[in-house]
Nanobody
Framework: QVQLVESGGGLVQPGGSLRLSCAAS????????MGWFRQAPGKEREFVAS????????YYADSVKGRFTISRDIAKNTVYLQMNSLKPEDTAVYYC?????????????????WGQGTQVTVSS
């Protein structure tokens, strides 16, 4: 069983940057595609980005393309989300999860082993 723990969230001004980390324990995630999702108050959880097992393929929601970068460190059993040029509409709780299908999966139902989330607030 994989346990995922997100960290790195916080309060940042518009235009700022944050790097989120998702550390896995219990078993290796090196064979699995991984994804980041976010959920704002009163909204459904939505796909942000995903990465295949070796990092060669990455997919992004249109709303974050060009601003966010997903990556992974197999040796550290960790996935990252670098977020640049942050906007107030990026404010949400960010979650990482393990895909049970492919790295192109964007549906919540296609992921499991969800972490507890980390809050990102973009405000001046």
């Amino acid at each position: 069983q994989v346990q995922l723990v997100e960290s790195g969230g916080g309060l940042v001004q518009p235009g700022g940057s944050l790097r989120l980390s998702c550390a896995a324990s219990g078993r290796t995630i090196s064979n699995y595609p991984m994804g980041w999702f976010r959920q704002a108050p009163g909204k459904e959880r939505e796909f942000v980005a995903s990465i295949n097992w070796n990092g060669n393929y990455r997919y992004y929601a249109d709303s974050v393309k060009g601003r966010f970068t997903i990556s992974r460190d197999i040796a550290k059993n960790t996935v990252y989300l670098q977020m640049n040029s942050l906007k107030p509409e990026d404010t949400a709780v960010y979650y990482c999860a393990k895909s049970v299908t492919t790295s192109q999966a964007r549906g919540v139902e296609e992921y499991d082993s969800w972490g507890q989330g980390t809050q990102v607030t973009v405000s001046s």
